[in-house]
Nanobody
Framework: QVQLVESGGGLVQAGGSLRLSCAAS????????MGWFRQAPGKEREFVAA????????YYADSVKGRFTISRDNAKNTVDLQMSSLKPEDTDVYYC????????????????WGRGTQVTVSS
């Protein structure tokens, strides 16, 4: 059974930073590309960032490029999202995702998701 558990969300002022972390279990972590998505109530899930199996390739949504950084530690089975220069429009529930196919993460069709962690950015 795949488990993805997010942590690190919270309330931060605009311009501040947060670091999200996702702990994965139940699959061979190094076989999966990993990613982060976000979703607000009543809205569709939005791609944020993806990282390849070995960590050598990253891809970001235009809305977060230059502000967010995705990284992974295959020895610890974790993937992180460092968020800086946060804006009120970054307020969402952030979800960790896993898939063997990098493209599936980018187009938001992954099979495995966590339960999410709330990020709230106040103005």
């Amino acid at each position: 059974q795949v488990q993805l558990v997010e942590s690190g969300g919270g309330l931060v002022q605009a311009g501040g930073s947060l670091r999200l972390s996702c702990a994965a279990s139940g699959r061979t972590f190094s076989n999966d590309s990993m990613g982060w998505f976000r979703q607000a109530p009543g809205k569709e899930r939005e791609f944020v960032a993806a990282i390849s199996r070995g960590g050598g390739s990253q891809y970001y949504a235009d809305s977060v490029k230059g502000r967010f950084t995705i990284s992974r530690d295959n020895a610890k089975n974790t993937v992180d999202l460092q968020m800086s220069s946060l804006k009120p429009e970054d307020t969402d529930v952030y979800y960790c995702a896993a898939d063997q196919t990098f493209h599936n993460i980018v187009v938001v069709t992954t099979r495995y998701w966590g339960r999410g962690t709330q990020v709230t950015v106040s103005s």
